[in-house]
């Protein structure tokens, strides 16, 4: 008996393998799924949400590819198996036709934007025209006759498709031979020919983007608040990461707010940027090239600031999430403010920021300043003096320097948040004079062909790291002019400016980390190994991310800071790692940073010679003020948020019509009314149909 029930068991154990099997083979070919599928999420604030997303189960329309505007017809109204979801080529991803596909959303399930190979000829920002309009210095109080760009549009082909809200998902698509499969089963079965509508099956599309904050930042951090469980099902995460910073001289980071005696120049650059599509911000111009060139400058600064006696000390500060309301530099401001940061805004002597310098025409750059704080003759000295400094430190470089010809506001900077707090001398190097010369603000299309970035044919990406290209060269000069003029403002003797030059070397390699892959041979040797394996094939994403997590932006230039300023000290891997440095020297800690990096592989060898960096690179909180206060509706502080979502999916497949759905949903039924009137039947005449006769009791022979 036991044998039987085992081989029971075991042949009950195959069947449902091979019935799993077979599910998952027939699964296999009823779906297509979606390899590279970027989506559109959802963003909230104080006042409203943006963005996109489907419903709980997803959006599932009948594919159409659109060819022209004037196709949309098909979709809004005249075509007969709505919903559709929309295809578009790139040069059709405009706020004319998205508008439309919004306002007729009864009839549109989603749309799936194809990213071209090479950037469009037309510039494209989803990007407001205004950035950071309401969170900057120039308001009704400090200058209303500024406010608002009234006096310069800075972003004028920004068309606010970012900022938008869409109650359907759009996803971007590669074009690659998964959208050529979509392509062709669209071609294949959706396909209007002579105006006749095609014929069933028809091929669908499922894509599934469901976000769980609704409404705006107060109201999800709300839901937030009242969850009780052990497990909290969050909504949302607030916007947020770290800012890096470093001194050209030692400062305690453990004693906070005032220090005597130190003077502080701030050198500052933006670390994010963002597009429409969440996992896609290149930043090539709006944020790469400014922080490319200060990482240069701080390079080119390292060995003159220690050996010289400089009376002010530079401050590398690198700001995250300053697209999304200045997130990181209003956060240091406020640190500073409360003595919870190294030093505070009395220590701060002057700021030089550099913004988009990555497209020169002819060259040229402009110097930004604020008009506003310039009418105090004091702060008015210290700008021209700067300026004085700059000019000088161009002397000889392939540089033409020039200030506006006539008085406007800063541009969006991050020396804006500092101005809010007190007037404070500062310049912005833009490459622009008045509107942006970046024709993709905020895009996908911001990236390295934008820049470009470009390589010999049949290049190894050995030999492409290695390769200084065009944009390292110009980079380079404008990181070197920064350099000498950081060196004046801190003191230093100009004699030796002619002595302090960029190295075109870590430019391009710099370049080539951030536009093209973070998963090179030069990155691999300045990395700690627990970040290694993180490096991508990819571009770097410069979106800002959420608070609970630093991103890759950050650990690429909290490392790169530290190796190009920093200094290689004989320590123990296990000493380096704890911070145990010097037993009899315990400020040490405090003063210095210390990673074990990786170092280089000796030739046909895989172990790696590590070695132990010192640095003065800092990491400080790059979160809202807005969070820590609860101000949900702050109008001083950003107070963007990040929707929480499940897994994002996306797949085709061939759909019947309603009417045979219907058909077989009633066959279904009536089979199973039928199999339970059977089953009630047979089981209430069960002692008539299935009992034996019954032998007598007694039997005779």
Same mark, same amino acid.
């Given at each position: 008996?036991?044998?039987?029930?085992?081989?029971?068991?075991?042949?009950?154990?195959?069947?449902?393998?091979?019935?799993?099997?077979?599910?998952?083979?027939?699964?296999?070919?009823?779906?297509?799924?979606?390899?590279?599928?970027?989506?559109?999420?959802?963003?909230?604030?104080?006042?409203?949400?943006?963005?996109?997303?489907?419903?709980?189960?997803?959006?599932?329309?009948?594919?159409?590819?659109?060819?022209?505007?004037?196709?949309?017809?098909?979709?809004?109204?005249?075509?007969?198996?709505?919903?559709?979801?929309?295809?578009?080529?790139?040069?059709?991803?405009?706020?004319?036709?998205?508008?439309?596909?919004?306002?007729?959303? $009864?009839?549109?399930?989603?749309? *799936?934007?194809?990213? !071209?190979?090479? #950037?469009? @000829?037309? %510039?494209?920002?989803?990007?407001?025209?205004?950035?950071?309009?309401?969170?900057?210095?120039?308001?009704?109080?400090?200058?209303?006759?500024?406010?608002?760009?009234?006096?310069?549009?800075?972003?004028?082909?920004?068309?606010?498709?970012?900022?938008?809200?869409?109650?359907?998902?759009?996803?971007?698509?590669?074009?690659?031979?998964?959208?050529?499969?979509?392509?062709?089963?669209?071609?294949?079965?959706?396909?209007?020919?002579?105006?006749?509508?095609?014929?069933?099956?028809?091929?669908?599309?499922?894509?599934?983007?469901?976000?769980?904050?609704?409404?705006?930042?107060?109201?999800?951090?709300?839901?937030?608040?009242?969850?009780?469980?052990?497990?909290?099902?969050?909504?949302?995460?607030?916007? $947020?990461?770290?800012?890096?910073? *470093?001194?050209?001289? !030692?400062?305690? #980071?453990? @004693?906070? %707010?005032?220090?005597?005696?130190?003077?502080?120049?701030?050198?500052?650059?933006?670390?994010?940027?963002?597009?429409?599509?969440?996992?896609?911000?290149?930043?090539?111009?709006?944020?790469?090239?400014?922080?490319?060139?200060?990482?240069?400058?701080?390079?080119?600064?390292?060995?003159?600031?220690?050996?010289?006696?400089?009376?002010?000390?530079?401050?590398?500060?690198?700001?995250?999430?300053?697209?999304?309301?200045?997130?990181?530099?209003?956060?240091?401001?406020?640190?500073?403010?409360?003595?919870?940061?190294?030093?505070?805004?009395?220590?701060?002597?002057?700021?030089?920021?550099?913004?988009?310098?990555?497209?020169?025409?002819?060259?040229?750059?402009?110097?930004?300043?604020?008009?506003?704080?310039?009418?105090?003759?004091?702060?008015?000295?210290?700008?021209?003096?700067?300026?004085?400094?700059?000019?000088?430190?161009?002397?000889?470089?392939?540089?033409?320097?020039?200030?506006?010809?006539?008085?406007?506001?800063?541009?969006?900077?991050?020396?804006?948040?500092?101005?809010?707090?007190?007037?404070?001398?500062?310049?912005?190097?833009?490459?622009?004079?008045?509107?942006?010369?970046?024709?993709?603000?905020?895009?996908?299309?911001?990236?390295?062909?934008?820049?470009?970035?470009?390589?010999?044919?049949?290049?190894?990406?050995?030999?492409?790291?290695?390769?200084?290209?065009?944009?390292?060269?110009?980079?380079?000069?404008?990181?070197?002019?920064?350099?000498?003029?950081?060196?004046?403002?801190?003191?230093?003797?100009?004699?030796?400016?002619?002595?302090?030059?960029?190295?075109?070397?870590?430019?391009?390699?710099?370049?080539?980390?951030?536009?093209?892959?973070?998963?090179?041979?030069?990155?691999?040797?300045?990395?700690?190994?627990?970040?290694?394996?993180?490096?991508?094939?990819?571009?770097?994403?410069?979106?800002?991310?959420?608070?609970?997590?630093?991103?890759?932006?950050?650990?690429?230039?909290?490392?790169?800071?530290?190796?190009?300023?920093?200094?290689?000290?004989?320590?123990?891997?296990?000493?380096?790692?704890?911070?145990?440095?010097?037993?009899?020297?315990?400020?040490?800690?405090?003063?210095?940073?210390?990673?074990?990096?990786?170092?280089?592989?000796?030739?046909?060898?895989?172990?790696?010679?590590?070695?132990?960096?010192?640095?003065?690179?800092?990491?400080?909180?790059?979160?809202?003020?807005?969070?820590?206060?609860?101000?949900?509706?702050?109008?001083?502080?950003?107070?963007?948020?990040?929707?929480?979502?499940?897994?994002?999916?996306?797949?085709?497949?061939?759909?019947?019509?309603?009417?045979?759905?219907?058909?077989?949903?009633?066959?279904?039924?009536?089979?199973?009314?039928?199999?339970?009137?059977?089953?009630?039947?047979?089981?209430?005449?069960?002692?008539?149909?299935?009992?034996?006769?019954?032998?007598?009791?007694?039997?005779?022979?």
């Amino acid at each position: 008996m036991d044998l039987l029930s085992n081989k029971w068991i075991i042949n009950l154990l195959v069947c449902c393998f091979y019935l799993g099997v077979r599910c998952n083979s027939v699964e296999k070919k009823i779906y297509v799924h979606l390899n590279y599928k970027i989506p559109c999420v959802r963003l909230l604030n104080a006042t409203h949400q943006i963005g996109c997303q489907s419903s709980l189960s997803g959006n599932v329309g009948v594919l159409h590819v659109l060819e022209s505007e004037e196709n949309l017809d098909w979709v809004l109204r005249s075509g007969p198996n709505p919903p559709y979801m929309v295809i578009l080529e790139y040069r059709l991803f405009t706020r004319s036709i998205m508008m439309k596909l919004k306002n007729g959303s $009864g009839r549109v399930a989603g749309v *799936a934007v194809v990213a !071209p190979n090479t #950037n469009p @000829a037309a %510039g494209f920002s989803p990007h407001n025209t205004c950035p950071n309009e309401n969170t900057g210095v120039y308001t009704e109080k400090y200058d209303p006759t500024m406010a608002h760009c009234n006096v310069t549009v800075w972003n004028p082909l920004g068309n606010g498709l970012s900022y938008e809200e869409f109650d359907f998902p759009i996803f971007s698509l590669k074009d690659d031979n998964e959208t050529q499969v979509i392509r062709q089963c669209y071609y294949d079965h959706n396909h209007v020919v002579n105006g006749s509508a095609p014929q069933y099956p028809l091929c669908a599309m499922q894509l599934y983007s469901h976000m769980s904050a609704v409404t705006d930042t107060a109201t999800c951090m709300r839901r937030n608040d009242i969850n009780f469980s052990l497990n909290p099902d969050m909504v949302c995460d607030p916007l $947020g990461d770290f800012n890096v910073w *470093a001194s050209t001289r !030692p400062i305690n #980071n453990t @004693a906070k %707010g005032h220090k005597n005696g130190e003077s502080v120049v701030i050198a500052a650059a933006r670390l994010d940027s963002r597009s429409f599509f969440f996992d896609i911000a290149p930043g090539a111009e709006s944020g790469v090239s400014g922080f490319v060139t200060l990482l240069a400058a701080a390079h080119a600064l390292r060995n003159v600031t220690q050996e010289a006696h400089l009376n002010r000390t530079i401050l590398y500060t690198f700001f995250q999430g300053e697209t999304f309301d200045y997130i990181g530099s209003s956060r240091m401001v406020y640190d500073m403010e409360k003595n919870q940061f190294a030093v505070d805004l009395d220590n701060v002597h002057s700021v030089l920021e550099i913004g988009q310098v990555g497209l020169r025409p002819n060259s040229t750059l402009w110097f930004h300043s604020d008009p506003v704080s310039r009418r105090n003759n004091s702060v008015n000295e210290e700008v021209n003096e700067l300026i004085k400094k700059l000019r000088a430190a161009a002397t000889g470089l392939n540089v033409s320097v020039e200030e506006p010809g006539f008085s406007q506001p800063l541009p969006p900077s991050s020396f804006q948040r500092f101005l809010r707090a007190r007037p404070i001398p500062g310049v912005v190097i833009e490459d622009h004079k008045s509107a942006f010369t970046n024709r993709f603000y905020e895009s996908m299309y911001d990236n390295g062909e934008y820049l470009n970035i470009s390589y010999p044919p049949n290049m190894t990406p050995e030999e492409q790291l290695e390769h200084i290209t065009d944009t390292a060269r110009a980079l380079t000069e404008v990181a070197t002019m920064v350099a000498r003029a950081l060196y004046a403002q801190a003191g230093g003797a100009e004699s030796q400016l002619s002595s302090i030059n960029a190295d075109p070397q870590i430019v391009t390699q710099m370049l080539y980390s951030f536009l093209v892959q973070s998963n090179n041979s030069w990155i691999q040797q300045l990395m700690t190994s627990d970040y290694a394996n993180h490096l991508t094939d990819r571009p770097a994403n410069l979106y800002v991310g959420v608070a609970v997590q630093q991103s890759e932006p950050t650990y690429l230039v909290q490392h790169l800071l530290a190796n190009l300023t920093g200094s290689t000290v004989n320590a123990t891997q296990d000493n380096c790692k704890n911070q145990r440095m010097d037993p009899d020297d315990k400020d040490s800690k405090h003063l210095y940073y210390y990673f074990w990096v990786q170092g280089a592989a000796p030739p046909n060898s895989t172990e790696r010679q590590g070695f132990c960096v010192r640095s003065t690179v800092r990491l400080s909180k790059a979160l809202s003020p807005a969070f820590d206060l609860h101000q949900y509706t702050s109008t001083d502080y950003s107070t963007w948020t990040e929707s929480r979502w499940k897994p994002i999916t996306g797949r085709i497949f061939l759909v019947a019509s309603h009417d045979l759905e219907m058909l077989t949903l009633g066959v279904g039924i009536g089979i199973l009314l039928t199999s339970l009137l059977l089953t009630y039947f047979f089981s209430s005449k069960a002692e008539i149909l299935f009992s034996s006769g019954r032998e007598p009791a007694t039997a005779t022979y």
